[in-house]
């Protein structure tokens, strides 16, 4: 309002030469309207700063901030008002010789016109910008107390055409009236028709052109702060556009904000199950693989498999919620028999620890270590659960990868579910020559189904009391490369790898064709 003060003046000046007149309005406008503004300012801030510092509830100083542009706008009208009756009223925007000249009724016209004219221009003004200075000083306040941004219906674009239209129109309103009505106030005043109309461009012009500056400023600022946020978020940096208001940019830019937030937060969670099981919050496969790649490794650190033997049938007796309690619970026991160790859940109930250079030191002491947490049972939502659990554990060689290491202490583990539970089983190098020979027969038994290499030996059951055969017994037999191969190693490969319904459909096929023969 200061710089539209000044200017009006000074294109007075520009186009008429009087300087004394020119000088006087500017002074007269800075320092009437201007004090006047900024006690206003004052006055109408008070309460809300008085609001917020005495701890008024948050509503009640957001409803303050929401009045703030009508009360801007009342004060700026009744001020103008008061202002441009006293600069009639006192002679001075009329030159002395043309006093008498002018008749009142002109005088009380164009007083009531340019009142208008002035209210409308400096009230749309205060209107327009206190709504920013609201806007701004919500959003600020909601963000300091941390509370969500309330549902408004602020529309920026409509306030910043509404001011332009009215400030635009204004030229056009003036120039009409000065070209008819108004002409004899403008001859008072030293102007011409000409005169007239330029100064009614120019100060139009230049009322407007300090809106768009300061409106142009208003929607710069957001928006090159929204700009760099995408840019840094674009480039994965840290991504935030502080809201500078609750109208449509504001809100854009807290949506921005929302999403930016929402992103991260999705993005901590996929890195979390990365690593880490949902359920027990143990480590994962990759998060145990990950730990042991960047743990030391020797002769005294192991990494062990616990896999609890038959826990279906705790999912099946007590329900799957008791199952999940009662896995985080083994979590519990084992992150508290090796603090700061990575234990992990590998999958469903099998576990697995990495244990460091300290206690324990030999396997012996490990398997005491492991069978010690599993001799009390598990009290979980008033049940007494006992488990039963496998141990296998593999010396952390720094020659082997993780991943190798691992599979090392699940085939140990296998070789005690198989044999005695509640025992722990060491690897070593006859383990991984099981498991090849056992790949090997499995492959073995599909080339055999396919080359014809099984046949079928019958063996007669006889009666004891007539001695005459009443039925026989189909055994399967398998020479692979002119060697026979006992059943006793192969039928037990089969059924682990389920080529035993192949091989059971194939005996059975077998038996029915040679029947045929027989009878």
């Given at each position: 309002?200061?710089?539209?003060?000044?200017?009006?003046?000074?294109?007075?000046?520009?186009?008429s030469g009087q300087l004394a007149a020119a000088t006087q309005a500017a002074v007269a406008n800075v320092l009437i309207l201007g004090?006047?503004?900024?006690?206003?300012?004052?006055?109408?801030?008070?309460?809300?700063?008085?609001?917020?510092?005495?701890?008024?509830?948050?509503?009640?100083?957001?409803?303050?901030?929401?009045?703030?542009?009508?009360?801007?706008?009342?004060?700026?009208?009744?001020?103008?008002?008061?202002?441009?009756?006293?600069?009639?009223?006192?002679?001075?925007?009329?030159?002395?010789?043309?006093?008498?000249?002018?008749?009142?009724?002109?005088?009380?016209?164009?007083?009531?016109?340019?009142?208008?004219?002035?209210?409308?221009?400096?009230?749309?003004?205060?209107?327009?910008?206190?709504?920013?200075?609201?806007?701004?000083?919500?959003?600020?306040?909601?963000?300091?107390?941390?509370?969500?941004?309330?549902?408004?219906?602020?529309?920026?674009?409509?306030?910043?055409?509404?001011?332009?239209?009215?400030?635009?129109?204004?030229?056009?309103?003036?120039?009409?009236?000065?070209?008819?009505?108004?002409?004899?106030?403008?001859?008072?005043?030293?102007?011409?028709?000409?005169?007239?109309?330029?100064?009614?461009?120019?100060?139009?012009?230049?009322?407007?052109?300090?809106?768009?500056?300061?409106?142009?400023?208003?929607?710069?600022?957001?928006?090159?702060?929204?700009?760099?946020?995408?840019?840094?978020?674009?480039?994965?940096?840290?991504?935030?556009?502080?809201?500078?208001?609750?109208?449509?940019?504001?809100?854009?830019?807290?949506?921005?904000?929302?999403?930016?937030?929402?992103?991260?937060?999705?993005?901590?969670?996929?890195?979390?199950?990365?690593?880490?099981?949902?359920?027990?919050?143990?480590?994962?496969?990759?998060?145990?693989?990950?730990?042991?790649?960047?743990?030391?490794?020797?002769?005294?650190?192991?990494?062990?498999?616990?896999?609890?033997?038959?826990?279906?049938?705790?999912?099946?007796?007590?329900?799957?919620?008791?199952?999940?309690?009662?896995?985080?619970?083994?979590?519990?026991?084992?992150?508290?028999?090796?603090?700061?160790?990575?234990?992990?859940?590998?999958?469903?109930?099998?576990?697995?620890?990495?244990?460091?250079?300290?206690?324990?030191?030999?396997?012996?002491?490990?398997?005491?270590?492991?069978?010690?947490?599993?001799?009390?049972?598990?009290?979980?939502?008033?049940?007494?659960?006992?488990?039963?659990?496998?141990?296998?554990?593999?010396?952390?060689?720094?020659?082997?990868?993780?991943?190798?290491?691992?599979?090392?202490?699940?085939?140990?583990?296998?070789?005690v579910k198989t044999g005695a539970p509640g025992r722990l089983a060491l690897y070593d190098a006859r383990l991984q020559a099981g498991?090849?020979?056992?790949?090997?027969?499995?492959?073995?038994?599909?080339?055999?189904?396919?080359?014809?290499?099984?046949?079928?030996?019958?063996?007669?059951?006889?009666?004891?009391?007539?001695?005459?055969?009443?039925?026989?017994?189909?055994?399967?037999?398998?020479?692979?490369?002119?060697?026979?191969?006992?059943?006793?190693?192969?039928?037990?490969?089969?059924?682990?790898?389920?080529?035993?319904?192949?091989?059971?459909?194939?005996?059975?096929?077998?038996?029915?064709?040679?029947?045929?023969?027989?009878?």
């Amino acid at each position: 309002l200061t710089l539209v003060d000044l200017g009006i003046p000074g294109i007075f000046l520009l186009i008429s030469g009087q300087l004394a007149a020119a000088t006087q309005a500017a002074v007269a406008n800075v320092l009437i309207l201007g004090v006047l503004n900024v006690v206003g300012a004052r006055l109408i801030f008070r309460s809300i700063t008085r609001a917020a510092e005495t701890g008024a509830p948050a509503n009640r100083v957001v409803g303050l901030l929401r009045q703030l542009p009508g009360r801007s706008a009342v004060w700026v009208a009744l001020m103008t008002i008061v202002y441009v009756a006293a600069a009639f009223g006192s002679g001075r925007l009329i030159t002395s010789d043309a006093t008498g000249a002018l008749s009142s009724s002109i005088l009380a016209a164009a007083s009531v016109w340019y009142t208008l004219v002035y209210v409308v221009l400096y009230a749309s003004y205060a209107l327009f910008f206190a709504h920013d200075v609201a806007g701004r000083t919500r959003a600020l306040f909601a963000q300091q107390l941390g509370l969500e941004a309330a549902p408004t219906q602020e529309r920026y674009a409509a306030r910043l055409f509404g001011v332009f239209g009215l400030v635009g129109g204004l030229p056009a309103a003036l120039i009409a009236a000065d070209l008819t009505v108004f002409a004899p106030f403008r001859a008072a005043q030293g102007l011409d028709t000409a005169e007239a109309v330029l100064l009614d461009i120019l100060a139009g012009g230049f009322a407007l052109g300090v809106a768009l500056v300061i409106a142009a400023r208003n929607l710069t600022k957001p928006v090159a702060r929204l700009d760099a946020a995408l840019e840094a978020a674009a480039g994965g940096g840290a991504a935030y556009a502080a809201v500078s208001s609750d109208d449509e940019i504001g809100r854009l830019t807290a949506r921005f904000n929302r999403m930016i937030a929402e992103r991260r937060a999705a993005q901590r969670e996929v890195e979390y199950l990365a690593k880490y099981d949902p359920l027990t919050g143990a480590l994962n496969r990759a998060g145990l693989i990950a730990a042991l790649k960047a743990g030391a490794r020797g002769a005294d650190r192991f990494v062990a498999v616990v896999d609890i033997v038959d826990f279906q049938a705790v999912n099946d007796g007590l329900g799957l919620q008791v199952g999940n309690d009662v896995l985080r619970a083994v979590h519990r026991r084992l992150t508290t028999a090796f603090p700061d160790l990575p234990v992990a859940r590998l999958y469903g109930d099998i576990f697995a620890v990495a244990t460091s250079a300290g206690a324990p030191r030999t396997a012996d002491d490990l398997a005491q270590a492991l069978c010690a947490l599993f001799d009390a049972p598990f009290a979980v939502d008033g049940a007494r659960v006992r488990l039963y659990p496998a141990f296998g554990a593999a010396p952390l060689d720094a020659a082997v990868e993780p991943e190798t290491l691992l599979q090392r202490a699940v085939m140990a583990k296998k070789s005690v579910k198989t044999g005695a539970p509640g025992r722990l089983a060491l690897y070593d190098a006859r383990l991984q020559a099981g498991v090849a020979r056992r790949q090997a027969l499995a492959a073995g038994l599909q080339n055999a189904l396919r080359r014809d290499e099984l046949a079928v030996h019958y063996q007669p059951i006889v009666s004891l009391q007539s001695l005459r055969a009443v039925g026989f017994e189909a055994l399967m037999r398998w020479t692979q490369d002119g060697a026979p191969r006992s059943p006793a190693e192969f039928i037990p490969v089969a059924e682990a790898s389920g080529l035993i319904l192949d091989l059971g459909d194939w005996l059975i096929r077998s038996v029915i064709r040679d029947l045929r023969v027989f009878t």
